[in-house]
């Protein structure tokens, strides 16, 4: 559970809850140590679960090398490959 909540912007998706810079200002200003990106949106996206980990926050959801690795399907076959997975 969150200790508080904060207003990242408007109703709308596209003013709120895509707004990275937002969300990352919110984590310095509350000094919010992990974020849920919830599902789709932010929780696919590479460079804000960087920018998570280089704010010292933690990213609930693989980290920004796993989302790289296995967003791209033909090198996460050549992972599995090599893991023997697959």
Do not use: W
Request: aromatic fraction near 6%.
């Amino acid at each position: 559970m969150a200790d508080e909540a904060v207003c990242v912007g408007a109703a709308p998706t596209s003013e709120s809850y895509l707004r990275a810079d937002r969300i990352l200002e919110a984590v310095k200003q509350t000094g919010a140590q992990a974020v849920h990106p919830g599902y789709g949106f932010l929780s696919e996206n590479t460079k804000f679960a960087a920018e998570l980990e280089q704010a010292g926050a933690v990213f609930i959801g693989p980290n920004s090398k796993a989302i790289l690795d296995m967003g791209d399907k033909i090198h996460s076959k050549k992972i599995a490959t090599e893991a023997k997975v697959l």
